[in-house]
């Protein structure tokens, strides 16, 4: 499952309704070991195309040496469809390379970037995509209170 605060939810599906009619990407890092998702990093659509997503090189190499430095791991690497609903494509699962992240997806399609839209979670490994329950809280001690 995955837990994340009510303000990160807002966040991500605010960047992709930005980015809207291209796709939008990014990763939330948490402190490493901890899988709390914690620092909201929008990233830019290198590809800048509204049906494929890429990160830039450079700006994801600064991303990587910056969450080494603060002890951080990618705990979300998110994206968003513009076209189509909010599932890994081929192409997101062979990209896939975080075994240990959520990929979360938000569906903008037929939204114009506004509106109703999807927004799920998966655990891709080794090719396998497991759907997961996505659970909205308004701070992380209030999860713990509820699984305590």
């Known amino acids: 499952m995955l837990t994340l605060t009510r303000d990160l939810y807002d966040r991500i599906v605010e960047h992709a309704?930005?980015?809207?009619?291209?796709?939008?990407?990014g990763v939330v890092a948490g402190p490493a070991g901890t899988g709390r998702p914690e620092r909201f990093i929008p990233m830019l659509n290198a590809a800048r195309s509204p049906t494929?997503?890429?990160?830039?090189?450079?700006?994801?190499?600064?991303?990587?040496r910056e969450m080494d430095d603060r002890?951080?791991?990618?705990?979300?690497v998110y994206h968003s469809h513009t076209a189509t609903e909010a599932y890994p494509s081929r192409t997101d699962i062979s990209y896939a390379n975080e075994p240990g992240?959520?990929?979360?997806?938000?569906?903008?399609a037929d939204t114009d970037g506004a509106g109703e839209f999807q927004f799920?979670?998966?655990?891709?490994?080794?090719?396998?995509?497991?759907e997961e329950k996505v659970e909205i809280v308004e701070s992380y001690a209030e999860a713990n209170e509820s699984t305590g």
């Open 17 to 25: 309704r930005a980015d809207h009619p291209d796709e939008a990407c």
């Open 101 to 108: 992240a959520h990929y979360v997806l938000v569906s903008t």
């Open 52 to 64: 494929f997503y890429e990160f830039d090189s450079a700006d994801l190499l600064k991303l990587y």
């Open 71 to 76: 002890d951080e791991e990618p705990v979300i």
């Open 120 to 130: 799920r979670s998966f655990r891709i490994v080794e090719g396998e995509v497991t």
